[in-house]
């Protein structure tokens, strides 16, 4: 059904929705090894490292995930838990990956300290205060220095912890501006245009800065939604961080991946996210083709662009 295709250094994975006891969880047809030139599925699965705690329920749990084919265990937890679960993988035949939540960052205690970290909407709102569709919601702002310090500080703590396979980047993006079809009822939205409180970047340094290099505050334009230097303008902005984490992640010897928008063009469009252009040893595309009213052969189209993008 799915083929893991390869490029120089990017492997694309594809990803199906599935609901597995005790994960948050998705399936990854995942390749990571570089052997002779070999290809072969992984199968993989993000959950949460707190709802097992000791080393014994580990073992067996590792022992069940092998024994059902499942070698890629995407691990969120703090730096202290995801150092014990690598030292107990160890052996088990799973590879461990640091799950971070990088620009959005809920709970964050010492980045709430600065506002001025969090990304602004068209309406200039923070979002530290506003927090769009859900309270978890809070965006830093890969135009904020202290933000993007802050971020690269997180990656470089897990980077250190001895065993993980890579750093697993998720939420390395903006904020939805347009949701998928078929989650826009929930939230009582058409979304027929980019509404103004979901169109984030605004940060006074991105206007700041792009008014040197293109004479004008996007603010100042009719439409800064349809502005097209203004959207390439914010995607770079990602983009150099993710790169700037990839040296440090590979300085260390670890994979850098991460949890992308189905295809570059609709995560362009949807989340200002253009994951082609980024350092990565491996992108594991979310393909929730029910999100987008899209029938399951629309996994197969979305595959097909991200593999002709990353060549």
Known sequence: MAKVFTKGKIFLTLILTCLIVFSAGC??????????????????????????????????????????????????????????????????????????????????????????????????????????????????????????????????SYAEIYGLKSIHLDYIRYCDVILGKALQPKYGLKQTTQMPQYDFGYHPIARREFKKIFGIDPLETKRPDLNIDWLQFRLNAVTSLVNEISKIVHLKGKLLTAAVFPYPELA????????????????????????????????KFATEQGVREIK
């Open 27 to 156: 399936v990854s047809f995942n390749k990571l090894k570089r052997l002779n030139n070999r290809q072969s599925f992984t199968f993989g699965l993000w959950l949460s490292g707190s709802f097992v705690k000791s080393q014994k329920e580990w073992a067996n749990l590792f022992a069940s995930f092998r024994k059902a084919g499942i070698t890629e265990l995407y691990v969120s937890g703090s730096v202290k838990r995801l150092t014990n679960i690598a030292l107990w993988a160890r052996g088990k035949g799973v590879n461990i990956h640091a799950w971070i939540w990088a620009l959005n960052r809920p709970g964050d205690t010492l980045a709430q300290r600065h506002p001025d970290w969090y990304s602004i909407n068209r309406n200039n709102q923070n979002s530290l205060e506003y927090n769009p569709y859900v309270k978890y919601y809070q965006w830093l702002s890969p135009f904020s220095p202290g933000a993007r310090k802050h971020v690269k500080n997180i990656v470089r």
């Open 268 to 299: 362009r469009q949807m989340v200002r996210q253009d994951w082609s252009a980024w350092n990565l040893d491996a992108a594991q595309p979310m393909l929730y083709y029910n999100f987008y009213s899209e029938p399951p052969e629309w996994v």
